[in-house]
């Protein structure tokens, strides 16, 4: 039997990045199906009090310097910690949630991944979202015009919100089922799941 993996994540999330890329290896493997939950990662943060690891300096330096690219490393996936981190993912996760249950939904989240994980674009300028979006064959105008519907604003905060009464407290947040795993280095705790 399929098994479903939710997969609460927030772009502007170096270890979001590297638990989707993660999860698409292991989606692959075992034949499981990744449900992309959108969330607004500073709305969490504020309802749950905690707080973004690099606000501590020490902490932030050692994740950023050397415990990501040991990750990305182990996972064989590429990472560049971008220049214009903290990244206002605002309008890009309203993307996401305006995408979800379209074709080009997995296209979306691939070309935002990579645009900030990968090449490092500044992808809280809105012209550079829109390049960004058309060089991936998306249609940018559209996305962007969807991130301003009252529905789309709406359905981001219903989603934070829940997941705030479902435990979550930071991204990536993943669930098989009603078992909760946070954090992407949690990643072989999914796979023993999934086995």
């Given at each position: 039997?399929?098994?479903?993996?939710?997969?609460?994540?927030?772009?502007?999330?170096?270890?979001?990045?590297?638990?989707?890329?993660?999860?698409?290896?292991?989606?692959?493997?075992?034949?499981?199906?990744?449900?992309?939950?959108?969330?607004?990662?500073?709305?969490?943060?504020?309802?749950?009090?905690?707080?973004?690891?690099?606000?501590?300096?020490?902490?932030?330096?050692?994740?950023?310097?050397?415990?990501?690219?040991?990750?990305?490393?182990?996972?064989?996936?590429?990472?560049?910690?971008?220049?214009?981190?903290?990244?206002?993912?605002?309008?890009?996760?309203?993307?996401?949630?305006?995408?979800?249950?379209?074709?080009?939904?997995?296209?979306?989240?691939?070309?935002?991944f990579n645009a900030i994980w990968v090449d490092r674009e500044n992808?809280?300028?809105?012209?550079?979202?829109?390049?960004?979006?058309?060089?991936?064959?998306?249609?940018?105008?559209q996305i962007i015009a969807g991130t301003q519907e009252p529905e789309?604003?709406?359905?981001?905060?219903?989603?934070?919100?829940?997941?705030?009464?479902?435990?979550?407290?930071?991204?990536?947040?993943?669930?098989?089922?009603?078992?909760?795993?946070?954090?992407?280095?949690?990643?072989?705790?999914?796979?023993?799941?999934?086995?």
């Amino acid at each position: 039997m399929s098994q479903t993996v939710e997969f609460y994540f927030d772009f502007g999330s170096p270890t979001a990045y590297l638990a989707h890329r993660r999860l698409q290896q292991l989606g692959a493997e075992y034949n499981c199906t990744i449900d992309y939950r959108p969330i607004l990662l500073g709305g969490l943060f504020k309802a749950t009090g905690n707080t973004s690891p690099v606000t501590v300096p020490a902490k932030g330096n050692y994740m950023l310097a050397h415990d990501l690219p040991r990750f990305a490393a182990l996972y064989q996936v590429p990472l560049t910690i971008n220049p214009h981190f903290p990244i206002n993912t605002l309008n890009l996760m309203r993307g996401a949630v305006a995408a979800q249950g379209k074709d080009y939904c997995q296209a979306y989240i691939e070309a935002v991944f990579n645009a900030i994980w990968v090449d490092r674009e500044n992808m809280g300028d809105l012209e550079v979202v829109g390049r960004v979006l058309s060089d991936a064959g998306l249609d940018a105008q559209q996305i962007i015009a969807g991130t301003q519907e009252p529905e789309v604003k709406a359905a981001l905060i219903n989603n934070t919100e829940a997941a705030v009464a479902r435990g979550c407290f930071g991204a990536p947040t993943m669930f098989i089922g009603d078992d909760m795993f946070f954090g992407q280095d949690r990643m072989q705790f999914i796979e023993m799941a999934l086995q």
